[in-house]
């Protein structure tokens, strides 16, 4: 193999690292996938991986050691990380030439989006609605997160462009959806707002995912990698719970005005509609690929399903527990059907809709003031407690594959 080949070789497995990173795969599977995709180049290489920045150190030659690093500045979009899966399969069976991967991997990353972004905003005022009806179903909290729900929808819409304006969307969309809360309760002669009533609009800046992968990265002693999602997800956490606080405190709202209290007057069904109807509005503000739906559907359910079961057997902390390994159990069985969606675009929406994510909401803003001392521990260790889940899903699925090989093994004997 020439230098200019394998310098080509690592700089495509640079880059498609750092594509994985942007699209919320953990470290230790990016190293792992990298290493698989050099040896089925025939290369020897070494990795330094981090959540945003991947460097591939290959052989040494006559010119010396190759060293290739990469880095995207954005996230992938979820539609994204459907070609990009199929990428990095081929890449780690050699069934792709670097040149080749590099021309895709510039393809996926140009991706446009396939709705336009009218129906991202409706995409998300619907998943908002979805939430509403799991988390805190009744007539009045669904007509608001609805409407509130296009309007962050909006506003996440307007600001794609904006720059530094992003980092601030939290903090802004958390003040307006309390301010209006507020407000709108005070008109009505409401003695409190229902910190569940905010959550559902502003779903999509909870960092229930990040907390989880960084636990995970955390256990598996990536150490720089979970610490910095850890801080990552803190810190955007406070930024909703600044938005809210500041809200109370500029309209002349006490502690008391803010309630953590379960409310349900439309049945008990309505969760479980909920979560169909969350599915869809998944399915418009994130633009996966239509035939994503039954799969959506299919895990979304699942993970309730195993969360409801969990909480009512074992109590609330399991039920997160339960629900993460379920759900990642269940992606990695789908996965492995023809035609499936990859694991990871399974098992990030599930995430998205188990409770502990939101809790993280609640947790900190009564930590701040709204009567809940013991919040803050209580929401770390429900996240912990879907981490564990997590892993536990991994282990479980790794013991089952070695089981069906050693009786595959013995058979043929």
């Known amino acids: 193999m020439t230098e200019a ?26 190293r792992q996938m990298l290493d698989r995709a050099s040896s089925a180049y025939g290369v020897h290489n070494d990795f330094i991986a981090l959540p945003n920045y991947v460097q591939v150190v290959g052989p040494t030659g006559a ?15 979820f539609a994204q990380m459907f070609p990009l899966a199929k990428l990095v399969r081929r890449a780690m069976h050699g069934e792709v030439r670097a040149d080749d991967g590099e021309a895709e991997l510039d393809r996926v990353l140009a991706l446009p989006s396939r709705f336009p972004r009218w129906v991202a905003v409706v995409g998300y005022g619907v998943q908002s609605a979805g939430l509403a009806l799991v988390l805190e179903p009744t007539p009045l909290n669904l007509l608001v997160a609805t409407g509130l729900g296009f309007m962050v929808g909006l506003f996440h819409v307007a600001v794609q462009r904006a720059g530094m304006l992003q980092h601030l969307l939290p903090a802004v ?18 003695e409190h707002v229902n910190l569940r009533a905010l ?14 992968l960084a636990v995970v990265e955390l256990t598996a002693r990536d150490v720089i990698s979970g610490s910095s999602r850890l801080l990552a997800g803190f810190v955007q956490l406070a930024q909703l719970a600044f938005g809210i606080l500041i809200a109370t405190q500029f309209l002349g709202a006490d502690s008391t ?7 349900n007057k439309i049945g008990p069904w ?9 599915a869809i509005g998944v399915l418009l503000f994130l633009a996966p690929p239509w035939t994503f739906l039954p799969w959506l559907m299919a895990i979304c359910y699942t993970a309730f399903a195993a969360q409801y079961l969990g909480g009512a057997v074992l109590g609330s902390y399991a039920s997160g527990f339960c629900g993460g390994l379920v759900l990642t159990v269940s992606a990695l069985a789908i996965s492995r059907r023809r035609g499936a969606p990859p694991t990871i675009t399974l098992i990030l929406p599930g995430f998205w809709l188990l409770v502990p994510g939101s809790m993280g909401l609640i947790g900190v803003t009564e930590l701040f003031g709204a009567d809940g001392d013991s919040a803050f521990p209580a929401t770390v260790i429900s996240m912990i407690s879907v981490a564990l889940g997590l892993q536990a899903g991994l282990v479980l699925w790794q013991l089952l594959r070695l089981r069906g090989v050693g009786a595959a093994q013995r058979v043929a004997r």
């Not at 394998?6 to 690292?17: C, K, M, P």
């Not at 969309?173 to 409401?190: D, K, N, P, T, Y």
């Open 5 to 30: 080949l394998a310098a080509q070789q690592i700089r495509f497995i640079a880059r498609l690292g750092a594509a994985m990173g942007a699209a919320h795969y953990p470290v230790t599977l990016i």
């Open 63 to 77: 010119h010396g050691t190759i060293v290739e690093a990469a880095h995207l500045d954005n996230e992938l979009r």
């Open 173 to 190: 969309c958390a003040f307006a959806v309390s301010a209006i809360c507020i407000v709108g309760a005070h008109r009505l002669g409401l």
């Open 199 to 212: 959550i559902p609009p502003l779903a999509m800046f909870l960092p229930g995912a990040a907390i989880t």
């Open 257 to 263: 005005a803010l309630s953590s209290d379960t409310v």
């Open 270 to 278: 309505a969760p479980w509609v909920g979560v169909a109807v969350y």
